[in-house]
């Protein structure tokens, strides 16, 4: 309704090839481990989903080896991806849940899951969409939709919420 209709597939694809290569990444040093993200994102998700999560990864990986703590380095990842490609919260996009359960992790992972969700949730009123590819398409296909990447964030963020508590 609200894009190019790839979303779903597009990030199957990255999941299965981020599980494909966990045995290959850099999993006790965060330093490594996001840009290692970043990279394994942007060859194997295309499209502009892959762009975006290699800028994010890399710019934290960039803030956890100046020392800063990982809610830190997330946070600063996306803001290197506002200042790339100019998103921001009510732009209807992945940065709307995301930024939302960033700024409520130091209260923990159920916190996140539930403000990522509520994020989410929220691009369903934005009939107008101001970055990514429900800015091409028309505002009566948006009304009532969630915006793809904010609703993957927030299913992100809920299964890292059920995970942790099993």
Do not use: W
Request: proline share 3%; hydrophobic share 45%.
């Amino acid at each position: 309704k609200s894009g190019d209709g790839d979303t779903g597939s597009t990030l199957a694809t990255a999941a299965r090839a981020l599980k494909g290569s966990l045995d290959r990444m850099p999993l006790a040093d965060l330093t490594q481990l996001f840009p290692a993200l970043g990279n394994e994102l942007s060859q194997t998700m295309g499209g502009s989903s892959g762009v975006i999560l290699a800028i994010y990864f890399n710019a934290a990986g960039d803030a956890c080896a100046n020392g800063a703590s990982v809610q830190k380095a997330l946070v600063d990842g996306l803001k290197r991806v506002s200042q790339v490609g100019g998103a921001q919260v009510g732009d209807r996009t992945m940065f709307d849940a995301l930024e939302a359960a960033l700024a409520a992790l130091p209260d923990g992972i159920e916190a996140a899951a539930r403000a990522a969700r509520k994020g989410a949730d929220s691009t369903a009123a934005i009939h107008r969409a101001k970055a990514g590819r429900a800015a091409y398409v028309p505002e009566e296909n948006l009304k009532g939709h969630n915006d793809p990447g904010a609703e993957a964030v927030a299913r992100l963020f809920d299964a890292l919420a059920k995970e942790m508590v099993s």
